[in-house]
Nanobody
Framework: QVQLVESGGGLVQPGGSLRLSCAASGRYSSWRSLAWYRQVPGKERDLVARVSSGGSTLYADSVKGRFTISRDNAKNTVFLQMNNPKPEDTAVYYC???????WGQGTRVTVSS
């Protein structure tokens, strides 16, 4: 059973930077795509970025050019580098194994001065 645990969230100023990490444990398969989603109260959980096992990436238009998703298969970890975050990026960020029902517990990101 695969488990995903996010970390790295917190308070960041607009224009700053933050890196989120998601570590997979258990019987994890590096062949799966991994994704970051985010959710704010009262809204649906939305895709932020996705990375395939081969490293190809997909980004939501709202974060393209500012966020970078990457993975280290040797360490079973996926990252989300958040550069120039904006207040509208404030949300709980979740790691997800694409094609499964496996989600991390979420890590909060607050972008504020």
């Amino acid at each position: 059973q695969v488990q995903l645990v996010e970390s790295g969230g917190g308070l960041v100023q607009p224009g700053g930077s933050l890196r989120l990490s998601c570590a997979a444990s258990g019987r994890y398969s590096s062949w799966r795509s991994l994704a970051w989603y985010r959710q704010v109260p009262g809204k649906e959980r939305d895709l932020v970025a996705r990375v395939s096992s081969g490293g190809s990436t997909l980004y939501a238009d709202s974060v393209k050019g500012r966020f970078t998703i990457s993975r280290d298969n040797a360490k079973n970890t996926v990252f989300l580098q958040m550069n120039n975050p904006k207040p509208e990026d404030t949300a709980v960020y979740y790691c997800h194994a694409v094609g499964t029902t496996i989600w991390g517990q979420g890590t909060r990101v607050t972008v504020s001065s």
